[in-house]
């Protein structure tokens, strides 16, 4: 069930005004219920795995806490990890290992004939799996108590607002919200409304038309360079705001139901180094491979190489998360090697950039177009089919610059696809220093209310509603 279906709105609302009549306990059931619908509607079979996921968990948590030894607690962390790594393997890494095995005999002269069965990704899974491990990983560390309500972790991994592509949440900021009592907030309510339909935007109207001109590009051998350029633009916006646009209507979502996600996006494009983009895009995954993948491996101890080279194993690690292919591996190290090396403007965790200037300084914006061209550039990797094809198109781009003038090379796409890239980026700056775009309840009334509606309008009119699934489902 996708969130830009008309299905989850009826889903959602029924859910919603059921919700509210129950005590907590009850509400717990009735989100986990619901959760398991929402999941099953794509493939009732997967639901088997989420429950091994979460039933493993939660008994490995119990025994990892009340266990003395330090060597049975690691062994039943270990029961936890491998459990869930190895679901994952299989689902998700089988046929690629399969794959890179036999090209690598191949290179050593060793004909080898190994297959797979074509196993089915089940939607979700990279996410899910990373929320439930870092519950036993943390309660392994003694960061929180493990919890004896079952219920409550079990509708704590399959929260439906954030199941499928995240944020990915800690254990320790979203179980405690299961195990305390909720309270209607008619603000909270409006402004999770808000957020959902900014999401909406994005993803719907936005993200969707770009898809239009970026997947017949990508998928055409004789496109020209300018295209391409255009498309690998068009794809930079697109999938912000595909995956943005899930995370706000998650977190709004959420919401509704009285529940506080993480902020998964805050306005990366506006980024003046790598590392800060990092601190920026996609923040649930950058902190979890930061405290679950980088800082074990050492963090910035041992000086700088050793710093460099944990950043660039982190970066390869996460690249072959979004992803069982060598670009994905390729678009991992890209941005390690940017990070590692960050020969300009250090990156820093800024969550109001440019604070009380309408305009970036000239250092600022430079630093800012540098690195969305740096970032732009890397996804070429991570939309192409291969490696081949990714150092094709860029090729391309590089000859036909200089050989094909601007206007033959982009007559045939309409100007309105141009229009939508300075549009998101300029609303966004405009609302830099909010929680997302239409954070808007300062506005009077009758001005909010003339934003809703002409956006709502929008959606319906020129929006591909249902049409193009989310990006990040595949991962």
Not at 119 to 130: C, D
Request: net charge positive; with cysteine.
């Amino acid at each position: 069930m996708a969130f830009h279906s008309l299905a989850f709105l009826a889903f959602l609302s029924i859910i919603y005004l059921v919700y509210w009549r129950f005590s907590r306990r009850m509400q717990n059931v009735l989100l986990l219920v619901g959760s398991y619908v929402f999941y099953g509607w794509w493939d009732w079979r997967f639901l088997s795995l989420i429950s091994i996921s979460s039933v493993l968990d939660y008994w490995a948590g119990l025994r990892v806490a009340t266990e003395e030894g330090r060597g049975r607690r690691r062994a039943w962390l270990a029961v936890s990890l491998v459990g869930n790594l190895g679901l994952l393997f299989v689902f998700k890494y089988l046929e690629f290992g399969v794959h890179s095995l036999v090209l690598l005999l191949g290179s050593m002269g060793i004909e080898a004939d190994l297959r797979v069965m074509n196993v089915i990704l089940p939607v979700g899974i990279s996410f899910y799996t990373f929320q439930t491990m870092s519950y036993t990983i943390d309660v392994y560390r003694r960061r929180m108590e493990p919890t004896r309500d079952a219920v409550a972790f079990l509708a704590f991994v399959a929260f439906f607002p954030q199941l499928v592509a995240g944020p990915i949440e800690r254990a320790s900021n979203l179980l405690p919200q299961f195990l305390r009592d909720r309270a209607f907030v008619a603000g909270r309510a409006t402004d999770g409304l808000r957020q959902m339909l900014y999401g909406y935007f994005l993803k719907v109207l936005v993200a969707d038309n770009l898809a239009m001109v970026v997947d017949p590009t990508y998928a055409d051998p004789s496109a020209n360079g300018w295209r391409l350029l255009a498309a690998t633009y068009f794809f930079a916006i697109q999938i912000y705001c595909d995956f943005a646009g899930y995370s706000h209507v998650a977190i709004g979502c959420a919401r509704l139901f009285g529940f506080d996600l993480m902020r998964n996006f805050a306005y990366p494009y506006f980024s003046r180094s790598p590392a800060e983009f990092w601190h920026r895009w996609h923040v649930s995954l950058s902190t979890w491979f930061r405290d679950y993948v980088y800082i074990p491996l050492g963090g910035s101890r041992g000086g700088p190489v050793r710093r460099r080279v944990n950043v660039l194993i982190t970066f390869v690690i996460s690249g072959l998360w979004h992803g069982a292919g060598f670009t994905y591996l390729a678009w991992g190290f890209i941005h390690g090697v940017l990070v590692a090396l960050q020969w300009w403007n250090p990156g820093t965790r800024i969550e109001k950039p440019c604070e009380g200037r309408w305009l970036p300084r000239p250092r600022d914006a430079m630093a800012m177009l540098l690195t969305f061209h740096m970032v732009g550039l890397a996804w070429v990797f991570f939309r192409a089919r291969d490696l081949a094809h990714a150092i094709g198109i860029i090729h391309r781009m590089a000859h036909d610059l200089l050989a094909v003038s601007a206007a033959e090379g982009l007559r045939d796409i309409p100007a309105r696809y141009f229009l939508m890239v300075p549009m998101v980026l300029l609303i966004e700056w405009m609302q830099r220093n909010r929680s997302h775009g239409l954070d808007v309840a300062r506005w009077p009334g009758f001005v909010r209310w003339t934003v809703y509606l002409g956006i709502s309008t929008v959606i319906l009119l020129k929006g591909r509603i249902e049409s193009v699934p989310f990006i990040y489902f595949q991962f």
